[in-house]
């Protein structure tokens, strides 16, 4: 099996270490997917940064991971959670990377923008400057301009899909009472104009290449942590999904 890359999402920091606590994003969906030997590859990027940034560090980490497992010239399958899909895709095609990627997986990637970081901008970038503020102290915080519907409406047309990559997507999405409490406000924006979503990202911005099915969870669940008491029909443990997703890719490159 080709090796797999599970790369984070925006704020991610998957492996950081303080004291005795360890952040693991991909909460036991790593050890799960290399149960059976298959080399996984998990990079730690810019948390906030723009995706240009973030692709250029995921390419290094990637060809460096490659080469620590002894197969530095084996192509990669890439599992990319939210954001982590838009900078695979620039990776892909901007970075010289088309040889390299197999196929791409995308579990909730806004590909398409979305309206909560338009709201962002327009509230915390303009009529608060909040953004510039935090800039001004050397703080990366790119990918608030990036992940708006303008900005991904230009990422798209510049970014076409490598006809040497397979192209996969997992949408998620859960009624307002389902996420949580702290992202009733996001959830709101977003149904007001895209419909169903997790609470960051819509369905309809979500959906890419071969679609997988939509996940009833929220953005949080999709990673395996779980914020909300699920009383009826649960979700629960979102590994046995990622182990049915990667599969479906599997089969796809075998056929």
């Given amino acids: ?29 790593d050890r799960a997917l ?8 998990v990079p730690r990027v810019h948390p906030t940064a723009g995706i240009e940034r973030r692709a250029t560090e ?31 895709r620039h990776m892909i095609r901007r970075l010289d990377m088309e040889s390299r990627v197999a196929a791409l997986l995308t579990v909730t990637t806004p590909h398409r923008g979305s309206p909560f970081a338009d709201w962002c901008v327009r509230n915390l970038g303009r009529r608060v400057p909040l953004i510039r503020w935090v800039e001004r102290l050397g703080w990366d915080l790119g990918a608030a301009r990036d992940l708006t519907t303008d900005a991904c409406r230009w990422f798209n047309d510049r970014t076409p899909d490598s006809d040497r990559v397979k192209y996969f997507s997992v949408s998620a999405a859960r009624p307002w009472h389902l996420v949580p409490a702290f992202a009733y406000a996001s959830h709101a ?45 649960p979700t629960g443990d979102i590994v046995p999904y ?14």
């Fill in 242 to 255: 990622y182990a049915r997703a990667v599969a479906a890719v599997d089969a796809a490159l075998a056929a």
């Fill in 58 to 88: 995921l390419k290094r980490q990637i060809v460096d991971g490659l080469a620590a497992a002894g197969r530095p010239d084996d192509p990669v399958v890439v599992v990319a959670h939210s954001m982590g899909g838009l900078d695979a």
């Fill in 1 to 29: 099996m080709l090796p797999l890359v599970l790369h984070h999402g925006f704020a991610g920091t998957p492996g950081l270490t303080v004291g005795p606590w360890r952040s693991n994003y991909f909460r036991g969906i």
């Fill in 189 to 233: 924006v977003i149904r007001a104009a895209e419909g169903d979503n997790d609470g960051l990202v819509s369905v309809r911005s979500s959906g890419w290449g071969t679609r997988l099915g939509t996940w009833a969870a929220d953005h949080w669940h999709t990673i395996n942590h779980k914020l909300v008491v699920e009383f009826r029909n």
């Fill in 34 to 41: 290399a149960a059976g030997g298959r080399p996984v590859i």
